[in-house]
């Protein structure tokens, strides 16, 4: 009997074993995977702006007389807008990068949230079609606790698809309420929508809806948006309609940290 039972143990630590080396397989093929969906990205996102960049810097090497100056500034525009873009990506990769090694942390600091909203939307403005504007609806404490890198790319990235996803004219509301021990946040637009069979995957990485048409895009911002909002203790939803528009609700906890606390 003792023996069956030894023998039963040596076959369950095979097994385990085996489980063991299954798992960090179907984690090195999911590693692999990633890695080569970032390759194939990143060949495909940074064509289209390398090419503008190309065209437009040769076709300013070529216009010498002062007739073409618009010209030329119409292409030292086109190429700015491409570098923003690349940046952007590159960005993107870089926090995907940080979050997978462990290494984004929420350090909550005092913040004036009005105004850092303010600064915020205006550096955003310059991003906004014709007669497109975004408003700021702010109630409650004007100071809270919240990291603030974290907070600006969550706002940038929110605000920034709320532009991307509706046509000039229409608004894009921030609206934000502080109160004492959290604070929520609503990022609306009237702009496209989420399909709604394709709301349940928003947050996934290189995910993108299918009425996201040829605007520019990685499929990233949403989960690090959500990845930074975990990290902040918060949460964050969404509800949207075709055609009608979107709400992204970001909730977060606005508490001092414990080493500042004075009492
Ligand atoms: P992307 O770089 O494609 O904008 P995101 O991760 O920010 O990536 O968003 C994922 C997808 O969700 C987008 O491709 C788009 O289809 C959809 N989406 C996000 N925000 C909005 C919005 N405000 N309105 C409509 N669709 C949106």
Redesign the pocket.
Known sequence: EQRTRELAEAVKKVEDSQEEVIRALKKEKELNNMKSQFVTIASHEFRTPLATILSSASLIGRYGTTEEEEKRQKHVKRIKSAVTNLTEILNDFLSIGKLEEGRVHSIPVQVELEDFCKNLIDEIQGLCKEKQQIHLQYTGNTEVWLDKQLLRNILF?LLS??I???DAGKEITLKINAEADHVDMAVH?E????PEK?QPN?FDRF???H??GA?Q???????IVKDYVTLMGGNVTFS?ETGKG?T?FVYLPNVMPAQVKMD
Do not use: E, M, Q
């Open positions: 990235n698809n709320g991307k996803y509706s637009d702009g496209i929508g989420i394709d928003v995910f993108r809806a009425n996201a605007t895009g990685t499929g990233l911002g949403l989960n949207s979107t992204f």
